[in-house]
């Protein structure tokens, strides 16, 4: 069965502590892998598209890797503004449109 | 501006009144899908749809339906809520398959 799985569900670091977000997943061909952010009572905003194993990106203080069982989001030197709930989700090869999320890592960050 | 547009955002309603949310997009996409978002479970597909006339099944449609007969609108439709379809709703666009999918605002559902 096709899952994805996000850990820790929480994290709390402190401003300028970097740290890492991980997504595990398991599905028998990956179309693309996909983070999003997202803020309280908003909907999710894309961040970053990943599609094989080694590939990175990056966008401000985070930056996105792949491999073939996992992705991470790492966050460099975070700021209060970061804090948020980061999804990732993923989209099979042969599954039409269908995309399965994590259940996300609610990130606080601390000034 | 590119936009998914849902509404209302905020709906209470009493068990077995039938209601729609409506979701308007104006990117052109072929590819529209509604998702309902609860504690601890995150975010799971109810029916996704590939063109005008074509709609699927996600993880959890029982209790749903949808219908796609413009491209641009994609309303999801309880016929008869219940109190476990308290959640809150996003529909999402995409261009293509692979690509990246844009969210509506979110449409709070309370059945009481």
């Known amino acids: 069965e096709d899952q994805v799985t996000q850990s820790p569900e929480a994290l709390r670091l402190q401003e300028g502590e970097s740290s890492s977000l991980n997504c595990s997943y398991t599905v028998s061909g990956l179309r693309g892998l996909f983070w999003y952010r997202q803020d309280p009572g908003k909907g999710p905003e894309f961040l970053f598209t990943?599609?094989?194993a080694g590939e990175e990106k990056e966008k401000e203080r985070l930056k996105a890797t792949l491999t073939k069982k996992e992705s991470f989001l790492h966050i460099t030197a975070p700021k209060p503004e970061d804090s948020a709930t980061y999804l990732c989700a993923v989209q099979e090869v042969g599954g039409a449109s269908k995309i399965i999320f994590g259940s996300g890592t609610r990130l606080s960050i601390r000034p | 501006e590119a936009q998914v547009t849902q509404n209302p955002r905020y709906l209470i309603t009493v068990t077995g009144k039938k209601l729609t949310v409506t979701c308007s997009q104006n990117m052109n996409h072929e590819y529209m899908s509604w998702y309902r978002q609860d504690p601890g479970l995150g975010l799971r597909q109810i029916y996704y749809?590939?063109?005008?006339?074509?709609?699927d099944k996600g993880d959890v449609p029982e209790g749903y339906k949808v219908s796609r007969k413009e491209k641009r609108n994609f309303p999801l439709i309880l016929e008869s809520p219940s109190p476990n379809q308290t959640s809150l709703y996003f529909c999402?666009?995409?261009?293509?398959?692979?690509?990246?999918?844009?969210f509506g605002q979110g449409t709070r559902l309370t059945v009481v």
């Open positions: 990943l599609y094989s």
């Open positions: 999402a666009s995409t261009g293509q398959l692979g690509t990246e999918a844009f």
């Open positions: 749809s590939m063109n005008v006339e074509v709609t």
